[in-house]
């Protein structure tokens, strides 16, 4: 098979795609065949080695975790599913080696929800890791109906999601981003406000007696997420651990076939917009990630391994 891939921690030049073996079906695993996988933050710092200290590495890596395809064969013990079947997975694995880009990847029955036929392929493989993120955040947040919520980041992949997850769910969104995405904020039913200097007093603007929630997306704005929190606020991050300091939670998803599988019905059913950013081949996966680091993405970026 053909697959991206790194021998070595370092910059995005490491990546190279070779050909691989097709990988072995274990007990308990679904091999996909992928036609899309796409890109999160959390992959180019892998390949910088941001995780060696957490997660055993085992070289060459082949980078990715989000997937959308069609199940070519299934493990031993995996009644679940079957070969044709179209599916999508946040395909996180223990370790750091066999991962999405490449035009095979086996998969843990844990981490694999079913395609609804209303998703396309390329929302199927922008939902999993960074809706799933979402979703859990606002899970620990234990956001509801009435309260008020400011998701900082609120244009990036895992924010679009946020808020209107945050939404579905009851609540009234406040969401920072730059000037120039309010007008989408607005159009998913979120108040925008202007990230930057000044930000505390803008939201308490708009929420005088203070937020009940806030998520926090992008990490640095722990000072004002603490300044605009009412009396007995929560508030979480998956960006910076420090939260957990001043009573916070710092957020850390695991795959959930279910969670996933509500999220992608629900995108299914029009009740959750997917937004792709870019689209790019296997061969571009390196400079996919260089538009990523440059931390302007409003959406997902999505690689095309097969149609």
Known sequence: MRAVTYDRFGDVDTLSVNDLPDPKVGPGEVLVEVRRASVNPVDWKIVGGGLDPMMNTVFPVVPGWDVAGVVRSVGPDTPEFSPGDEVLAYARKDWVQAGTFAELVTVPVRAVARKPAGLGWDEAAALPLAGLTAYRTLQRLEVGEGDTVLVHAAAGGVGLLGVQIARELGATVIGTASAGNHARLRDLGVTPVEYGDGLAERVRAVAPDGVDAVADFVGGVLPDTLAVLAAGGRHASIADPTVEEEGG???????????????????????????????????????????????????????????
């Open 249 to 307: 939670s710092w957020i850390w998803v695991r795959p959930d076939a279910e969670e996933l599988q509500w999220l992608a019905d629900l995108a299914a059913d029009g009740r959750l917009r997917v937004e792709i950013a870019g689209r790019y081949g296997l061969d571009e996966v390196a400079e996919a990630f260089r538009v990523s680091q440059e931390g302007h993405v409003s959406g997902k970026l999505v690689i095309t391994v097969a149609d």
